[in-house]
């Protein structure tokens, strides 16, 4: 049996073909009068490309010289004075990082109040405590070294010798000493606030930033989703929803801080009762005013909601209308078709908006210190309704002491903030690809 050969030549669309004979062009050929055009089009793209190229790379140099100023600063040669130097707390000749447990105990014990040493046998035993963290309180309670002036970087790596030099010359200060420091440590996220910068570490920071972005993304992610869902499916197009559509797009380039005052005068005073926990009896007795976690969870609800309603809009606009028609066809409700059809193919662009708002919400200040964060607090946040303090509080107070140690400390928080605010992102973006890929499936 023999089998037909496909025709395999390609038939050039009928107007393809009629426009080039009116003009009397062969297959392939372009009209003259359109050359010009053409031309100038490349060029014009060209030129934007190169533009585009240049911004992207200026972009990637600002970066790089940002993250350049911030390790400068976190890292580097300290100067040092300590109350008692470690040498003359020994007697045996051998150093504190050589003693024993039991030892180190014995120098603790004998160089510190008794009352002082009672406090932290009863918060932990010495014989719980590890000789790390005995080696560690005997730093903070007994050598007490003070910052006397701080090293960047770069000239810590390039010039060491001659810092050495200049610090062992030194006549003011002839018991300093120089050790290399890096102020992110895991202690300094472990610790508390503390006035000492060589104590001072962002644990309260951390929680209060986690806490106030919790409340916020719980608050406007349902919110934005369903007013987006209203707007697409339900709402018609009359004059009043288009004067709600115009004022969500102004809401979003509203300033930070006018969501600051909204969140000061709705929030912190008009519902007291509700922010400060008082009508169910859960008030912090050291707030009671209504300026704690839930008040700036909220407010960053706020001002974070106009984009995730405006991003999820976008999304759900993308869908294509035939997937609403054919599950109707089929006998679906309307709602029955946004729950198992559209919300699932939109999903991975609402997760896209979302991920843009806890960025912009993570690293915000202004409305913030309006509400009344705390900007020195040593207690950690344990309920919706505590003081509280975020990373971005945290950095602005630290910048604006003179003392270059406070500036340091700092710049360990910056890098603490972008690692936060890339996991945190990190496991949005993961989400939105398990839903994209689901739905590919």
Partial sequence: MKHRQSDTRIVQPAVYQADNSEHGLGEGQVNDEFSPNLKGRNRSAAIWNKIFAVSTGIGLVVLTLLMINITNNAFGYVMLEAKIRPEDLVTNGQSLEEMGKDDLVAVFKANVSSGLYRRFESETPMSERSAENIYNLIQEWVIKPQVVKVYPFFESIFNGREIKA?????????????????????????????????????????????????????????????????????????????????????????????????????????????????????????????????????????????????????????????????????????????????????????LTGTILSISRAIGETAPLVVIGASTYITSDPTSPFSKFTTLPIQIYQWTSRPQDEFRSLAAAAIIVLLFLLLSLNAVAIVLRNRFSQKQEG
Wanted: aromatic share 8%; proline share 5%; glycine share 8%.
């Fill in 166 to 350: 200049s610090v062992q010359q030194d006549a003011d200060h002839p018991g300093a000493y120089v050790q290399f420091m890096s102020w992110l440590d895991i202690q300094f996220i472990q610790k508390p606030q503390e006035a000492e910068p060589l104590r001072a570490g962002v644990r309260t920071a951390i929680l209060g930033s986690l806490w106030t972005i919790a409340i916020a993304i719980l608050f406007a992610f349902p919110v934005g989703v369903a007013a987006a869902i209203y707007l697409e499916e339900y709402a018609r197009d009359t004059t009043i929803n288009r004067i709600i559509q115009t004022n969500i797009s102004n809401l979003a380039g509203v300033p930070s801080i006018i969501y600051g005052l909204l969140g000061l005068a709705v929030f912190v005073r008009a519902l007291v009762n509700i922010t400060s926990g008082s009508f169910l009896g859960l008030a912090d007795a050291d707030v009671g005013n209504g300026r704690t976690v839930l008040s700036a969870g909220l407010t960053l609800g706020l001002l974070v909601l106009p984009m995730i309603i405006i991003n999820s809009q976008e999304a759900i606009r993308a869908v294509p209308g035939s997937l609403r028609q054919a599950s109707m066809a089929l006998g679906a409700t309307q709602w029955q078709t946004i729950w198992h059809h559209v919300l699932p193919a939109a999903l991975p662009g609402i």
